[in-house]
């Protein structure tokens, strides 16, 4: 079989049970989109829409919402907590959870403040030894799981505790431990943002590099005799994605841009989507996730896919706390406090990550979070104070819980479960 | 007959209180159909289990190619050359055919080679003339029968020298049950041993070279199939030749005959 771009071809192995209902076309794909919902199969789908109402109905009470220096500054505010959540989808996945990722990141940023500032560190020395605490109580938590089987929400539950009391400790009876203005770390998460070429630039980058690798990966499995997506579609998707992203920029920088930091956590998203999707790891994590006995029968080393995800958890809420205190040019007492925790917590979940583990994505965290942080920062325009937004956060994240048990009663009456 | 592959010794297992398994012999050769017979909770899936590496025996002796061997994890089994299929499948769910054929053996473990495995996951299930639609969806959606061929199909990856079949044909339709006899009877001409457990005596007979009965727990006898009758199989089975099973067939012996 030579090149067959225009060659017309038998039908392709994995379409030739005549069962197979054909989702060519615009039609075939919105109904097969409509299928997956019906079956509860939701995806990420219940988060857009969702982020679609909150934007336009807080748009409508304030036009200054959906400004361009508005939404610069609720992007940058996304990150730290935005990273936490990131950790707490990996754990999720596997069917567990971590209640401490708020102290642990409290617990970051205090060290990362008083090794740079009162021990006089090199910044970098500072954020990779906050980082590798962060991994180490993970490995701790691990242990614990996976030696004595006690459950994961009294070991982090224990481990809010017990950070929040060290983190106090730490920073000693001043509470409070300021970055100097003119450190990288602070410029990085304050004031650096992309030169408008540059951006522009990645958004080329990203579309082109979607539409090349979805070329490549069609051709593949021409070759191979399966079903290929059409070129038209893949540039479709491409042109789709160049469009937005790059409306994105030009509208973001109407005022400063598009922040260093928010293209970090992008970057942190594109690597862990990836490790998810495609390596064997990932695949050990999702099988966890659903069956851990069929995981273990079929070899996968149980216990190192769980020390890996508390580890990856626990690292990123470190990192998460680094952030947030270069964010606030400063480490206290209540960093890493409040509503962190939960509002990381909520983030992976409202974003569609499914509390019985074996379900969600990379992006539910980064979904999940702007969704969090457009109500915080929509109900701060309107001058309702942190009341309205507990409250408004909590309901919706009871809508978004309410959705995955539901979505997981339907998977199990269509047989998805 | 050739020297074992697989040759199991006084082999025990307790669970607290109940005794599994007790002394039980087992060999397999390669080229070799053995059938595990017995009534419910003889003992048989605890024998897969620690064939399988899921339990380790309390005591007793494996030797496999003429090495002894401890078979401490699934991992283990998988690397001796040992394939299982569960009774429960021990399938994902949440994970589509192919992740499920290919889990901890997937293909190129940091970029995974999607396109060589659904390829490969196609022959597979052909091999079997398989009744699945697409590859493509949570095994969740799969109907019982096809969810037992794709735990067959996850055995016959990677060119194991013996498979072991906890009860492979009890959801199965008519033309896969005789599918996976055929299967049963390539396999044992390609040269790997196989050990099949099964209730369904047709099957038995159909394809097994040797029975081997086990009894609550115990050994109950190790015939050649061509020169054993049913009968005498299911009375090891019950421990009686007077047992619940030939007063039936001797009740319906009965009343055939007074009806004509
Ligand atoms: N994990 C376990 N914990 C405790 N007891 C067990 C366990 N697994 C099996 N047993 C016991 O061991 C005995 C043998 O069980 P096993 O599953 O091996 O039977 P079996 O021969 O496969 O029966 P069936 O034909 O019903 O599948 C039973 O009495 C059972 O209760
Ligand atoms: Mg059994």
Redesign the interface.
Known sequence: MTDTDTAPRSTA??LQ?E??RQSDGVAGSVRALLDRVR?GELGLLPVVAGLVVISTVLQILNPIFLSSTNLVNLLLECVPVGVIALGVVCVLLVGEIDLSVGSISGLASAAVAILFVDQGLPVVVAILAAVALGSLIGWVYAQMFNRFGVPSFVITLAGLLAFVGLQLKVLGPIGSVNLPFDSGLVRFAQLAFLPGWLAYALVVVAAVALFLSGYA?AR??RK???SDRSVQALAARSVLLLVGLGFAVWYLNRTRGVGWMFVFFIALILVLHYALS????G??V??V???V?????????VRMVYTSVFMLCTSLAAVGGVLAAARLAAANQSTGGGDVNLNAIAAAVIGGTSLFG??GTAFAALLGILVIQAISSGLTLLNLDSSYRFMVTGAVLLLAVTLDSVARRS?KS???? | MADPVLSLRGISKNFGAVAALTEVDLDVSAGEVVAVVGDNGAGKSTLVKIL?G?HTADTGTITFESQPVQIG???A??HLGIA?V?QDL??????NVI?NL?????LR????DD??M??RS?ELLRQLSA????????V???SGGQRQTVAIARSLLGDPKIIVLDEPTAALGVAQTAEVLNLIERLRENGHGVIMISHNMADVRAVADTVVVLRLGRNNGVFATGDVSSEDIIAAITGAHDNVVTQRAGRRGATEKGQS
């Open positions: 192995t994995d049970d069962r197979l079956g990966h593949t499995r191979a005799g399966l495609r390596t064997r790891w695949k050990s999702y099988a996730g659903g069956n006995e069929a995981a273990r029968r079929a070899g996968i080393n074996g379900r998977r269509s047989g998805r479960a | 399988s899921v994890s699934p991992a089994a998988r299982t569960f021990a399938l994902c769910e949440n994970l992740d290919f889990l901890g053996q997937e473990a940091l970029r995974l396109v060589a659904e390829v196609w009744k699945i639609p697409t590859v493509r969806i949570p969740a959606s799969l």
